[in-house]
Every structure is written in C-alpha cells, then in structure tokens.
C-alpha cells in the first residue's frame, strides 16, 4: 500500500501564501506515473488542481495558472504545490493524488486532506 499525508494548510488572508506539502511512502515497487492535487468544497465537485507527471509536465486548472506551482523532490518523496496570490475563492479541502502501477495492474491513492482557508 502507499500512504499519503498532506500539510501546510490553514488560514491565510486573501493575497497571501501557502505551501502545501503530500508526503508519498509505502511500497517500493509501486511506479507513479503522476501525482496531482485535487481540491473540494462543500457542495461542488472535486476539481483538479495541478498534476505533476513522472516525465516531468505539469498542467494546471485555469483558475489557478500563474499562481500556482506543482513540484517535486524525490529524495524526500514529497509533492509540493505552492500557492501565491491567493483568493477566497480558494477556499477547499486540497487532495493529494497519485497513480501509478504495481506490475500491470494500474491503481491511484490519496491523501485525507488538507484545508485551506483564505479570507477576504
């Protein structure tokens, strides 16, 4: 099993900044082949936020290009996505994702959330 454990969240005023960290551990024989951040209010559907593939693309939501960035340091297993410029529109509980495969058999895991809170 891979497990994942996200932090950086809290409350910040609009504006501001937050780096949100997913820290990825488990199986060694597991290949990821992208991890992402998700993000869900209540009421709406989860929404993709940034994802970060093994060869090294990433791809962004519209509402959030040029304020923030999907990155990766393999030697802490860790996925970062920084966050500047930040609105109340924010607002939401941000998701650690990631897909991968053990042999053939492809699978994706997350994380419990991180909730982030930006005021106006």
């Known amino acids: 099993q891979v497990q994942l454990v996200e932090s950086g969240g809290g409350l910040v005023q609009a504006g501001g900044s937050l780096r949100l960290s997913c820290v990825v551990s488990?199986?060694?024989?597991?290949?990821?082949?992208?991890m992402s951040w998700y993000r869900q209010s209540p009421g709406k559907e989860r929404e993709l936020v940034a994802v970060l593939t093994s060869g090294g693309s990433t791809d962004y939501a519209d509402s959030v290009k040029g304020r923030f960035t999907i990155s990766r340091d393999n030697g802490k297993n860790t996925v970062y996505l920084q966050m500047n410029s930040l609105k109340p529109q924010d607002t939401a509980d941000y998701l650690c994702?990631?897909?991968?495969?053990?042999?053939?058999?492809?699978?994706?895991?997350w994380g419990q959330g991180t909730q982030v809170t930006v005021s106006s």
């Open positions: 994702n990631v897909k991968g495969s053990y042999g053939w058999t492809s699978r994706e895991f």
């Open positions: 488990g199986s060694a024989i597991f290949r990821i082949t992208s």
